[in-house]
């Protein structure tokens, strides 16, 4: 059973501050991965999509990798603003049009 | 619209009592996802729907969740005899069916049983 583990719950980091969101998974053999943003008592919008066969993607200020071998993606997100606080959940898909299995979330706080 | 919709945004139920939870995916996405989100977690698939077929519903927690796709487009999720259990926010996504294409999801339903 694939689980999907983000660590730590809770982060809180001063405005300007590069940082660096971790995401974990079990099972390697993944499809894709996406990277949501969710802010409080909205859905989910998503930032990133990264196909099994890459290695990056970005957009703007976000960079998301995968390492698919060692089960792990981060979230780099360059020059942070208080804009950025919000939750950042990553999930992944097991075949083409399957569930994705989300990790908690990682709740960002950025301080001005 | 241009998203995924979903209505109400908001149901207060008595328990007990059967609910009904709607979803208008993107236009012309074929697939179509239920997930549930309990507060401080990430959401829980429920059910996925490609066309009107349910081509996975092994996250329905019981019999008591159904839902139905009868044309393909808009989705239903039923809940009946509610528990206080069932209190959560229901998400609602969809994608075009195109393999490993995104899912972009709702706004979401805030049930609460009480």
């Known amino acids: 059973k694939q689980e999907v583990t983000q660590i730590p719950a809770a982060l809180s980091v001063p405005e300007g501050e590069n940082l660096v969101l971790n995401c974990s998974f079990t099972?390697?053999?993944?499809?894709?991965l996406q990277w949501f943003r969710q802010d409080p008592g909205k859905g989910l919008t998503s930032l990133l999509l990264?196909?099994?066969?890459?290695r990056e993607q970005t957009s703007g200020r976000l960079n998301a990798s995968l390492d698919k071998s060692s089960g792990r993606s981060t979230l780099y997100i360059a020059a942070s603003q208080p804009g950025d606080s919000a939750t950042y959940l990553c999930?992944?898909?097991?075949?083409?049009?399957?569930?994705?299995?989300f990790g908690k979330g990682i709740t960002l706080s950025v301080r001005p | 619209g241009a998203g995924v919709s979903q209505t109400p945004s908001n149901k207060v139920t008595e328990k007990g009592k059967y609910v009904e939870l709607r979803c208008d995916p993107i236009?012309?996405?074929?697939?179509l996802y239920w997930y549930r989100q309990s507060l401080g977690q990430g959401p829980e698939f429920l059910i996925y729907?490609?066309?009107?077929?349910?081509?996975?519903d092994s996250g329905l927690p019981n019999d008591r969740f159904f839902a139905v796709r009868p044309e393909g487009s808009v989705s239903t999720l039923k809940i009946q005899r509610t528990e206080r259990g069932d209190s959560a926010v229901y998400l609602c996504?969809?994608?075009?069916?195109?393999?490993?294409?995104?899912?972009?999801f709702g706004p979401g339903t805030r049930l609460t049983v009480t």
């Open positions: 996504a969809s994608s075009t069916g195109t393999s490993g294409s995104p899912q972009y």
């Open positions: 099972d390697s053999a993944i499809y894709n």
């Open positions: 990264i196909q099994s066969s890459q």
């Open positions: 999930a992944v898909r097991t075949g083409a049009n399957s569930k994705l299995t």
């Open positions: 236009s012309g996405h074929t697939a």
């Open positions: 729907f490609q066309g009107t077929g349910a081509a996975d």
